[in-house]
């Protein structure tokens, strides 16, 4: 994602540490992250991240999906934004796009959709309507 800074995966990736705040505090979150309080809360508040901020949220938001925690909507397309993030924004959006499908067809094989799918889907569809930089 650092590479092809869009503000789309940002602005999931706050949206996501947002709530791990809400859910446990800062300084929690901020460990987890693996940076300061301090540093957290500015990008909270919307500073531009360094790359290897943006790499240390990224592998943040990978641990949790590696770790089996149940996925939010932002977690999973922050994910799927990293694993496109060496692509030209236009494309990482629809690699993203097409990652999201192969998992609704597995999802629909399988009987439901989670929440947190549906709710990538649309923030993803929303995101489509923004310009890309």
Not at 25 to 46: D, I
Not at 51 to 61: F, G, M, P, S, V
């Amino acid at each position: 994602m650092a590479s092809n800074d869009g503000a789309a995966p940002l602005a999931r990736l706050r949206e996501a540490v947002e709530r791990q705040v809400t859910a446990r505090s800062l300084r929690h979150a901020a460990r987890q992250v693996g940076m300061s309080p301090t540093g957290l809360q500015k990008f909270l508040a919307g500073s531009a991240p360094s790359d290897a901020t943006c790499r240390k949220l990224e592998r943040w938001a990978f641990d949790k999906a590696a770790a089996g925690e149940p996925p939010t909507a932002e977690i999973a397309l922050g994910v799927f934004s990293l694993f496109a993030g060496a692509l030209h924004p236009r494309r990482q959006r629809d690699a993203v796009s097409r990652l999201l499908a192969v998992l609704e067809s597995a999802f629909d094989d399988d009987g439901a959709r989670p929440a947190w799918l549906a709710e990538a889907r649309s923030a993803l569809d929303a995101a489509r309507q923004e310009p890309i930089p």
